[in-house]
Antibody, heavy 119, light 109 residues
Framework: QVQLVESGGGLVKPGGSLRLSCAAS????????MSWIRQAPGKGLEWVSY????????YYADSVKGRFTISRDNARNSVYLQINSLRAEDTAVYYC????????????WGQGTMVTVSS | EIVLTQSPGTLSLSPGERAILSCRAS???????LIWYQQKPGQPPRLLIY???SRATGIPDRFSGSGSGTDFTLTISRLEPEDFAVYYC??????????FGQGTKVEIK
């Protein structure tokens, strides 16, 4: 069964940090670009970051550049998002997604993990 | 940077009716790299259409996508109860990556 399962979300104070994880199964993980996309409560979708198949290169939205770091472990079929210097506007559901055909053609999504930034 | 504008914001229709959703790009979408997603409350988006007009695996044929260049349309030929949801268009292969429209909500009239 092909699936993505995120974890690691929670309530964090402004300025704090979290590490999100996404475990993949049911497909050859190293064959795909992987992304994180977020959705603030009641709002639309915002691409955050994607990482190359080998894990050597990450790309970031301007809104998170310098604060978020994406990484992957192909041996563990997992992708991660280290999020630092959190702000209230980072409050969102964070989805892990697979890139089919192109890095940002998202054909599969996890159920998401909620990150709440509040004092 | 391409901006995608979806219209209308909300579409109020009855089951059995046809839904026509629009996605307009501020610049030409290269190679018609345009995706449509469906999202229901509490669920992640689901891929419906890619390449502007190709249905994803398992998507019923009442969903169809059309258009090219800057104007794209998602048509649901006859609305089923499970089709009431929010629909997003997204351009892929561009810079920056993963540009989404703001969404169209299809609600029960």
């Amino acid at each position: 069964q092909v699936q993505l399962v995120e974890s690691g979300g929670g309530l964090v104070k402004p300025g704090g940090s979290l590490r999100l994880s996404c475990a993949a199964s049911g497909f050859t993980f190293s064959d795909y670009f992987m992304s994180w996309i977020r959705q603030a409560p009641g709002k639309g979708l915002e691409w955050v970051s994607y990482i190359s198949k080998s894990g050597t290169t990450g790309y970031y939205a301007d809104s998170v550049k310098g604060r978020f770091t994406i990484s992957r472990d192909n041996a563990r079929n997992s992708v991660y998002l280290q999020i630092n210097s959190l702000r209230a506007e980072d409050t969102a559901v964070y989805y892990c997604s697979r890139g089919q055909w192109l890095p940002d053609a998202f054909d599969m999504w996890g159920q998401g993990t909620m990150v709440t930034v509040s004092s | 940077e391409i901006v995608l504008t979806q219209s209308p914001g909300t579409l109020s229709l009855s089951p059995g009716e046809r839904a026509i959703l629009s996605c307009r790009a501020s610049q030409t979408v290269s190679s018609n790299y345009l995706i449509w997603y469906q999202q229901k409350p509490g669920q992640p988006p689901r891929l419906l259409i890619y390449g502007a007009s190709s249905r994803a695996t398992g998507i019923p044929d009442r969903f169809s996508g059309s258009g090219s260049g800057t104007d794209f349309t998602l048509t649901i030929s006859r609305l089923e109860p499970e089709d009431f949801a929010v629909y997003y268009c997204q351009q892929y292969g561009g810079s920056p990556p993963g540009t989404f429209g703001q969404g169209t909500k299809v609600e029960i009239k």
